[in-house]
């Protein structure tokens, strides 16, 4: 029965290969055929899970791509489909018609909902977490409860080295209690601030005894270093960290080791310090890591180059219910110095389900363009009035504002501006922009 799923398997793979489609599908039906067909294969020493609300993909890529370098073969799921069919198709597909699979490493980006299910099944040597926000709350409600079910996972996992953020209070708990853990995190830098930046604190409270936490500063959002000022829960020592950053300059040290930044972004960097963290404890050369990190191209479609007419563009693609990553994407289009056109696109909020829920443009902070070098900010898609009214609340010079929910007439207004555009939308909708545009490279400096 395990040959005959396998092959069944693989076949469907060719065939949505063949159409452009099946990176679940054939997993799914491996799993109706046998449902404990995971337990059946027998997998590298090797194997690292990625999970996070934030920045799943780019770390496993970066985590793929130096392995690569040094010669490891690695089975990932570079497609995302990071649920468990996805991950039964990736294993299958990688396998011999005996159960084995073909490979080095084992490098799995896991949604966050589903890795206590993968895990049952699927035992990781490295796991992996990011960070927890306030994400797609219609589907994954609050962070803590995501905490939960991410703790089911770590609990069931009781051998696997545990790689996770230290700087946010949420995710460090999950090394409480345990000896196989490591910690990556930032130093302050003169870009950490003693507020944050968000218009919420998701751990203004411990998440231990729930008295006031305090913090001696913010790199952005929850994440930084704080402390209870109850039961002592801090911030602990980082065995990896960024030493110094210098997001102008586009260089980073990450343990004295020095890394050029090919996005300069608070984010990318916390995701790069993962994935030396990762490659670190495999044993690779901490030199060679910097380099290949420093030459590092994302090829997820989360940063991409195009052109609108005769202007110059860049997508920053975020995530639609979740405001921390619409807040780093603004972030970085406000360091930026040329005079530009910013264009957000709120067209369909999510490609998984429907939801008209638009509460979440709310907790964006976009107040921080007031100063930006834009000359326009133009709003657009189906949600583009509840945008402009978001818009109406902020200090930002209403003459600068153009609200245009037909998409088609945006990319007349960015194809026929002045200056070099910026865009920052969905995954979900970034397609409607590129139907406007022409585009270039997956990512830009």
């Known amino acids: 029965m395990k040959f005959v799923t396998i092959l069944i398997c693989k076949l469907l793979c060719f065939v949505g290969k063949l159409i452009g489609k099946g990176t679940s599908l054939p997993g799914a039906i491996a799993l109706k055929l046998q449902p404990n067909i995971l337990k059946k294969l027998r997998l590298p020493d090797c194997v690292i899970a990625v999970t996070g609300s934030n920045g799943k993909t780019s770390t496993a890529e970066m985590i793929a791509k130096v392995l690569t370098d040094a010669g ?17 198709t990736l294993l299958l597909k990688n396998a011999t018609l005996g159960g084995r699979v073909k490979g080095d490493v084992i490098l799995m980006e896991s949604d966050e909902r589903y890795a206590r299910h993968t895990f049952r099944h699927i035992k990781p040597t490295m796991f992996v977490i990011t960070n927890l926000y306030r994400d797609q ?47 990556f995190g930032m130093e302050e830098n003169p870009m950490s601030s003693k507020t944050t930046d968000a218009v919420y604190n998701d751990c203004h409270y411990c998440p231990n005894c729930k008295a006031p936490m305090e913090y001696d500063y913010f790199h952005y959002a929850h994440l930084g270093s704080y402390h209870c000022t109850g039961c002592g829960y801090s911030r602990p020592e980082c065995t990896y960290r960024v030493d110094s950053m210098d997001l102008d300059q586009n260089r980073i040290t990450v343990n004295g080791t020095p890394i050029h930044l090919e996005f300069s972004s608070k984010y990318y960097v916390y995701n790069l310090c993962a994935a030396y963290a990762v490659t670190d404890l495999l044993g690779l050369d901490a030199d060679r890591t910097g380099q290949v990190l420093g030459r590092f191209v994302m090829q997820n479609g989360r940063n991409v180059r195009f052109t609108a007419g005769k202007n110059e563009g860049f997508l920053i693609c975020s995530k639609h219910e979740n405001s921390t990553s619409y807040n780093q994407s603004l972030a970085y289009f406000t360091a930026q110095k040329d005079p530009s056109q910013l264009v957000i696109i709120v067209d369909a909020i999510s490609r998984k389900y429907y939801t008209g829920d638009i509460s979440w443009i ?35 010079d209403p003459e600068r504002i153009i609200v245009e929910p037909d998409l088609n007439k945006m990319g007349e207004l960015i194809r026929n501006g002045e200056h070099r555009v910026y865009a920052v939308t969905c995954f979900s909708d970034k397609e409607k922009l590129f139907s406007q545009v022409q585009v270039h490279s997956p990512t830009a400096k």
């Open 362 to 396: 709310w907790d964006i902070s976009f107040e921080m363009l007031k100063n930006a070098n834009a000359q326009k900010i133009i709003l657009s898609g189906k949600f583009a009035y509840d945008l402009g009214l978001r818009f109406q609340v902020t200090d930002i």
């Open 72 to 88: 490891k073969r690695v089975v990932t799921n570079k497609e995302g489909s990071n649920q468990i069919e996805g991950v039964t």
């Open 137 to 183: 709350m219609t589907r994954n409600a609050h962070p803590y409860h995501i905490y939960n079910i991410i703790k089911d996972a770590v609990d069931l996992v009781p051998n696997a080295t545990l790689v996770v953020n230290a700087d946010d209070p949420i995710v460090r708990n999950f090394g409480t209690g345990r000896d196989n853990v490591v910690y």
